[in-house]
Nanobody
Framework: VQLVESGGGSVQAGGSLRLSCTAT???????VGWFRQAPGKEREFVAG??????????VDSVKGRFTISREHANAKSPVYLQMNLLKPEDTAVYYC????????????????????WGQGTQVTVSS
């Protein structure tokens, strides 16, 4: 299986971007966690969604601004991260992690919870 992120770019503070994480290959379902890594910093959890979309979780710094989603009743659908009211501190490379064929309501917040990763997409927010 493979994960591919898209949708990154450059935007001014207060703007919006939508990231996509698409899985390809042979699998039944997958859960997704979005992480980000700014220069000189460790990779951090941003938001996650379980295989069915019934559970989501956000880091406090993005609550109310970011929304993670997937198509209802389509466990193979892409996962989106809608990012609104972007701030310069949101600047980072964003990665999606996937955990495949894992039926759980839990949303993993640690990198070890995910067994496949995309290549990352750059998000730059200017002030």
């Amino acid at each position: 299986v493979q994960l591919v992120e898209s949708g990154g770019g450059s935007v001014q503070a207060g703007g919006s971007l939508r990231l996509s994480c698409t899985a390809t290959g042979s699998f039944n379902i997958y859960a997704v966690g979005w992480f980000r890594q700014a220069p000189g910093k460790e990779r951090e959890f941003v938001a996650g969604i379980n295989w069915s979309g019934s559970s989501t979780y956000y880091v406090d710094s993005v609550k109310g601004r970011f929304t993670i989603s997937r198509e209802h009743a389509n466990a193979k659908s892409p996962v989106y991260l809608q990012m609104n009211l972007l701030k310069p501190e949101d600047t980072a490379v964003y990665y999606c992690g996937g955990r495949f064929n894992y039926y759980s309501d839990a949303v993993g917040q640690a990198q070890i919870s995910y067994d496949h990763w995309g290549q990352g997409t750059q998000v730059t927010v200017s002030s």
